[in-house]
């Protein structure tokens, strides 16, 4: 009997996902915990010339230096302010380093494969590639970013760039 509920156990952790969730706005967005090296207060960056408004800059992270994304400003949510709840998630994404700013982090979830839906499909005037699906925790919605498909996208390529300087 204790074997088999063991058994239960490991069967619904395999088919569970460890989730970051991170707020931006009044939404909760949720990124793979594996792709999280640690999470900072945010700090100041250093501007790099003709980057796109959505790259606030870089940071020298104990000798590396880390291009920092502005989520909220990614996705077109309106014009960010930085508080004592901003953080920036520094991420291990394609043998790269990148930082994310958020507006807060309030959880680690893990998610079965039973409580996600796919994203719904606007059409062409709304891209959602990086939308991995949705998930619901309770009566909690949360917006699954495929962080491995934003940071590889053609504009985040850019990260490449601001990386060598």
């Known amino acids: 009997m204790q074997g088999d509920n063991l058994n239960d156990v490991q069967a619904r952790g ?6 970051l969730v991170f707020t931006l706005g009044s939404e909760e967005y949720g990124i793979d915990i ?3 090296q640690e999470i900072r207060g945010y700090d100041t960056v250093t501007r790099i010339a003709n980057a796109p408004e959505f790259i606030k800059g ?11 994304v502005d989520l909220r400003l990614k996705f077109g949510l309106g014009e960010p302010q930085y508080n004592e709840f901003t953080v920036v998630i520094i991420l291990n994404v394609s043998q790269r380093t990148v930082g994310i ?19 719904p499909e606007f059409g062409a005037s709304v891209d ?4 991995e699906g ?4 309770e009566e909690q919605m949360i917006i ?8 590889s996208s053609d504009e985040m390529a850019l990260t490449d760039v601001a990386a060598r300087v």
Do not use: F, W
Request: proline share 4%; hydrophobic share 55%; net charge negative.
């Open 58 to 68: 870089v940071i020298n992270l104990r000798g590396s230096i880390v291009p920092i």
């Open 101 to 119: 700013v958020v507006d807060g982090v309030s959880d680690v979830i893990q998610l079965d494969k039973d409580s996600m839906r796919a994203p």
């Open 134 to 137: 949705l998930g619901t925790v």
């Open 14 to 19: 395999a088919a569970a996902r460890e989730l």
């Open 34 to 36: 594996l792709k999280v």
């Open 144 to 151: 699954i970013v495929d962080i491995e498909r934003l940071m």
């Open 128 to 131: 959602t590639a990086y939308i």
